[in-house]
């Protein structure tokens, strides 16, 4: 098995064309060829296409062969999948590689799309014909992408639903539940599984030929130009960023594109404006402290606009990656520094070194829960990948009250746009930066940086703590 930090970029994908409706009529060839082409493409895929032949055991033993021999992440799907390109795009091109499915809001349940409960944008709960879902939310649309770091898992969990499917301990599956059921057996052992939301575009598994005529009729119906710009700003960012920045800054991103700017540049740039605003807030005048503070929101909004670009012409790199999160840092703290030159309270510098080392803390607190997580997940400590029964056809919520309590909160618009605010995210920390600078003074800024950032502090410490203990 290779080692998942030598794993590179390239995409194997198991098409399963297990089922008869793989075989039914599309233009002029059958539902196979049509996902086939789709998935000819670029970025760079392996197509590996698993045919009828020796039942479920079978196929899901053929995904477990798969999964141990790549060199990068696994998708799955069904051959009689009809699907926007930019549904499968979601999973396939997405830039972590990450493990994953896509589901799809306020779709009823039913044999070919199975219920899943989504909770903070993980896939907490899925079903199959013999597992059961309390308390769904979505469904699951039939394609799955199993992440460099997860494959042993995805191969281990394969090889048990194969051997519990051949004793019958599942009931009477059939192959045409092969990836509904290795998505249970990801999210029963513990993966973390991100929803990838359809949204408005068509993922439907037929099995018949006038479903399968309607379902490709029916995408023409969606505009995937427009799709793949909304889906290119984050539907899960913070408050600010959500309705100061990207309410706006949407309308950069196709002049961005045609005028051949990559996401990098566009970093190197919002680096500049930073630097300017650093050197603005130097001078210690109200004018300079309002130019600072104006040069220092548009740095944030580059900031922004870098990943649009990225997802909307999906020109991603770990340099990119990498580069984007050195630059949050960098850029706050060049500002820090610019605000603490330009004012003349002898007692700045302590302020400016004490909200500097809070925010090391906090970033501190989150990397490194979620790196201990991933290290425990690779090595297989049971803390970090709770063992749950494959058998067990139910699935109960639990965990502790204060994360339940979180949970809930994630249903309501307001407590959810609450949680994002107290961990006092870089939107809001850039407005609170740039609004307390151009209205008062530094001494005011860093003091409030101190205040919300300490208290954001206490409630990420209170959340990995009780993360730790699910």
């Known amino acids: ?77 069904p051959a009689d999948l009809v699907a926007h390109n930019e549904a499968l795009a979601l999973l396939l091109e997405h830039p972590a590689r990450d ?10 349940a039913g044999p070919t799309r199975p219920p899943v409960r989504v909770e903070g944008g993980k896939i907490v709960a899925a079903g199959s014909s013999f597992h059961v879902v309390p308390e769904a939310n979505a469904t699951f649309r039939g394609v799955l992408q199993a992440g460099g770091a997860d494959l042993t898992t995805l191969a281990d969990v394969a090889e048990e639903l ?20 290795l998505l249970v057996g990801l999210v029963r052992t513990g993966v973390a599984v991100r929803a990838a939301w359809l949204g408005p575009l068509h993922a439907d598994r037929v099995a018949g030929q006038h479903a399968a005529d309607a379902a490709v009729a029916g995408l023409a119906d969606v505009d ?27 309308h950069l991103i196709r002049p961005a594109a045609k005028l051949k700017l990559t996401p990098n540049t566009v970093t190197g740039i919002s680096i ?35 990943g649009q670009l990225a997802r909307y012409t999906r020109s991603f790199s770990r340099l990119g990656a990498w580069a984007d999160g050195m630059s949050d840092r960098l850029k706050e703290y060049i500002v820090y520094v610019g605000l603490a030159f330009g004012s003349a309270d002898p007692g700045i510098w302590p302020l400016a070194v004490a909200a500097t080392i809070l925010q090391v803390v906090r970033h501190s607190i989150g990397y490194a829960y979620g790196g201990a997580v991933s290290d425990a997940a ?33 249903s309501r618009t307001i ?21 307390t600078a151009a209205v008062w003074n530094a001494r005011v800024t860093f003091l409030a940086l101190l205040c919300w950032g300490g208290v954001a502090a206490l409630y990420q410490l209170a959340g990995r703590i009780a993360r730790s203990k699910r």
Not at 99 to 108: I, K, N, Q, Y
Not at 381 to 401: I, K
């Open 378 to 410: 690779r090595s297989g400590a049971t803390w970090g990948r709770p063992p749950r029964s494959l058998q067990e056809p139910a699935d109960a919520r639990h965990g502790p009250g204060l994360l339940r309590l979180a949970e809930r909160m994630d």
């Open 99 to 108: 493990t994953g499915a896509l589901v799809s809001h306020g779709v009823t």
């Open 1 to 77: 098995m290779p080692d998942p930090s030598t794993r590179d970029t390239t995409t194997t994908v198991v098409l399963l064309a297990t089922t008869p409706a793989a075989r039914l009529s599309c233009g002029d060839g059958t539902l196979l060829d049509r996902i086939g082409d789709q998935l000819a493409g670029p970025p760079a895929r392996d197509v590996q296409v698993v045919t009828p032949g020796g039942g479920l055991g079978a196929d899901l033993r053929g995904v477990a062969k798969i999964a141990r021999t790549a060199t990068g992440a696994v998708a799955m799907l």
């Open 162 to 181: 194969a051997e519990l499917a051949d004793t019958g301990k599942l009931g009477p599956v059939t192959p045409a539940e092969a990836v509904d059921l």
């Open 224 to 250: 995937e130009a427009k799709v793949r710009l909304d889906t290119a700003v984050k539907a899960d960012d913070g408050f600010f960023a959500t309705y100061f920045v990207s309410s706006w800054s949407r």
């Open 415 to 435: 407590a959810r746009w609450f949680k994002k605010i107290i961990v006092l995210p870089i939107g809001e920390r850039t407005a609170l930066i740039a609004v």
């Open 272 to 306: 500049g404006l930073a630097l300017l605003a650093a050197v603005w807030f130097s001078a210690g005048t109200q004018s300079g402290r309002l130019a600072g503070a104006l040069l220092f929101y548009l740095s944030f909004v580059l900031d922004c606009l870098d």
